[in-house]
């Protein structure tokens, strides 16, 4: 995993210190197209942007030495209540007694810790019906965590995923119980049902969620989670990481179709050429990409074309060009 170094000693006591530098605010215009969960298939070439990617539950450190502490609502009482989930949505916990769940957590502060500091972000934003990316998937749960603080020289307060700054109270984050990701490789991470991704909307853990695929949901006609191999060939195929090394030659929202092998996604309608076929590691067969010239890829790996593809042995992806 990256790390990113911020010395609290400088800054205010807010979320903001955990900002990642140099994120431009979207435009009004962009904010309201990009707000809503468009299920028009776009790769990402991120995993996820957040500066608090994740949590632990039980209190140890994530990798930017922050800890959860828990859930407070300063209008009742300045009691901290234990973060929990239920079915990815946020609860408030003391003991086995949940205080406050839904819509009811809006105005309550998540608080976290670093360096004997408090860091806080207010849950400003609810939704439980965004629409996922798989044919028959459950609408997501979301939230907006907004902290106040200075961005960009303008005290303010902004959203926590970056790309959503200016649009504070919009529910574009969801919570991903049981994993973390490792953000350089580009695959899972922690597998342990003590962590808690926080996953921004418009990246590749958001929408390998919304497609199926994460320890948070079932995968369509199992028993259990999608594996840690059909997750990982998820994220290679959302961020173009054609390699399999960690690369990704795309930009952000470049549209293309995908289908997945268990007929769970599937296009929306006739797709264009075929572009790849992924596993776990990479494409397992290469057209032309999506984005950049094949040569560039070609630098750095070898991948065979995908005429006469062995469409009988393992593979988890196919992802098509738009017509």
């Known amino acids: 995993m990256s790390l990113f170094i911020v010395d609290f000693r400088h800054v205010p006591l807010a979320l903001l210190a955990l900002t990642v530098a140099c994120t431009e605010i979207p435009g009004e215009d962009d904010l309201q ?28 450190e994530n990798f930017a ?15 901290i209540f234990q973060l929990d989930t239920i079915d990815d949505a946020l609860v408030a916990r003391d003991g086995s007694s949940i205080i406050a769940s839904g ?38 749960t979301a939230y907006a965590l ?14 926590e995923c970056p790309e959503f700054a200016a649009s504070p109270d919009s529910p ?6 049981g994993q973390t990701y490792d953000r350089e490789d580009r695959r899972v991470d922690l597998i342990d049902p003590d962590w808690v991704t926080f996953a921004c909307l418009g990246e590749a ?13 079932i995968f369509p006609g199992t028993s259990a989670p999608a594996t840690r191999a059909q997750q990982d060939a998820t994220l290679k195929m959302i961020t173009a990481d054609y390699c399999g090394t960690g690369h990704s030659f795309t930009e952000q929202g470049v549209a293309i179709d995908w289908q997945n092998r268990a007929a769970s996604v599937t296009p929306a309608a006739t797709p264009g050429d075929l572009e ?35 469409f009988t042995g393992a593979w988890e992806w196919k992802s098509f060009h738009k017509p």
């Open 65 to 79: 030495g922050v800890t959860l502490v828990g859930l407070r609502h300063l209008e009742t009482s300045s009691q």
């Open 276 to 310: 790849a076929v992924w596993g776990p590691d990479g494409a397992l067969c290469l057209e032309e990409p999506r984005l950049r010239p094949r040569q560039d890829v070609e630098a750095e790996c070898t991948i065979p074309s995908c005429a006469g593809f062995d």
């Open 205 to 217: 853990a958001f929408k390998a969620k919304s497609l199926g695929y994460s320890q948070s949901r």
């Open 146 to 159: 907004s902290y106040h603080g200075l961005k960009d020289g303008v005290w303010g307060q902004w959203n």
């Open 103 to 140: 819509s009811d957590l809006l105005g309550w502060e998540l608080v976290m810790e670093r360096d004997g500091h408090e860091l806080i972000a207010t849950i400003s934003g609810y939704s439980d019906d965004i629409e996922a990316l798989a044919d028959d998937g459950e609408p997501l």
């Open 172 to 177: 574009v984050l969801t919570l991903i119980r």
């Open 33 to 60: 197209f990009r707000t809503t969960n468009d299920t028009t298939p776009l790769n990402s070439p991120d995993i996820n942007h957040a500066p608090v990617p994740e949590v632990a539950l039980d209190g140890q």
